[in-house]
């Protein structure tokens, strides 16, 4: 089982990125799918999530309007569409699938002009 990153690195502020996360190992369609992202110093937060048919979405407040998360069941895959990038959106973003537990190893966005 294994959830792999990728998509992430420099962007301006008020820029995009799209992270996406491949997962192999076990059956992604059935699995909610979950972003996560830890900033310097400070703990690991929930960024949003997706139900296993990706029928429906929850986001952190503060996420609302400027990230999207979406999947792909027949590619195995999950993306974070990020907009509106603010420095503050710095931090490495994990992939996430809750109920086996497993993260990705994590990848680096990097917001600054």
């Known amino acids: 089982e294994r959830l792999v990153e990728s998509g992430g690195g420099l962007a301006q502020p008020g820029g995009s990125l799209r992270l996406s996360c491949v997962a192999t190992?076990?059956?992604?369609?059935?699995?909610?799918m979950s972003w996560y992202r830890q900033a310097p110093g400070k703990d690991r937060d929930l960024v949003a999530t997706i139900t296993s048919a990706g029928r429906s979405t929850n986001y952190v407040d503060s996420e609302k309007g400027r990230f999207a998360i979406s999947r792909d069941n027949a590619k195995n895959t999950v993306s974070l569409q990020m907009s509106s990038l603010k420095p503050e959106d710095t931090a490495v973003y994990y992939c996430?699938?809750?109920?086996?537990?497993?993260w990705g190893q994590g990848i680096q966005v990097t917001v600054s002009s």
């Open positions: 996430y699938c809750p109920r086996r537990a497993l």
């Open positions: 190992g076990f059956p992604f369609s059935s699995e909610d």
